[in-house]
């Protein structure tokens, strides 16, 4: 395989572990939002917003620790920052829509508020994984060098033994496995 189809290997890795984070946050934003609605007079949005704020923490530990924990750790104010910035972006598109659906259009039922609640996650969620990737959780240089190097070995090494003479054998020294 070519050095292109292990950048999309490592992509769907990444999207893999974003979502399995993103799944439990979209748990808890939908319990705590669901309870409040049905357990307080809180108003729909404001209840809302708390939800995808609890949400918010949990996703923060998840992406640090688990999605993202290979990531550079160096500047943590500054991941922090940017995180709860995104964050913050997000929770406007969310609760944009939910605003928009229920002053805008009048659709304030439950099953109208849960539909609406799952376009928002929807749209935030697409701005939050390219935010995410790309401010927040930087990819350290040298692993993403290592990473593209090893699959361009694997394809020169493939090319090398498709056009060696049939049953002939390719070998390189194994690489070091990096541990992150």
């Known amino acids: ?3 292109g189809s292990s950048g999309l290997r490592r992509l769907a890795h990444e999207i893999a572990k974003f979502g399995a984070v993103g799944a439990l946050g979209t748990v808890v934003n939908f319990g ?8 307080t007079s809180l108003q729909a949005v404001r209840a809302n917003v708390i939800a995808t704020v609890v949400a918010i923490g949990v996703n923060y530990l998840g992406f640090r620790y688990f999605t993202y924990r290979d990531r550079d750790k160096s500047a943590r104010t500054r991941e922090l920052t940017l995180f ?3 964050s913050t ?3 406007v598109i969310e609760n944009g829509v939910l605003y ?3 002053y805008g259009f009048g ?3 439950s099953l109208q508020r849960n539909i609406f609640k799952v376009v928002g996650i929807g749209l935030g969620t697409l701005f939050r994984f390219w935010s995410y990737r790309s401010w927040v959780f930087r990819a350290l240089p040298a ?4 990473a593209d190097a090893e699959a361009f070995l694997e394809e020169a090494d493939t090319a090398a033994a498709t056009a060696a003479e049939p049953g002939a054998e390719i070998t390189r020294p194994k690489t070091r ?3 992150g």
Do not use: K
Not at 143 to 146: G, I, P, S
């Open 1 to 3: 395989m070519g050095q």
């Open 32 to 39: 705590v939002s669901n309870l409040l609605w049905h357990l």
């Open 84 to 86: 709860l910035a995104f």
């Open 89 to 91: 972006v997000g929770l």
């Open 100 to 102: 928009a659906a229920i």
């Open 107 to 109: 659709w304030d039922s």
């Open 143 to 146: 692993r993403e060098a290592v």
């Open 177 to 179: 496995q990096h541990v």
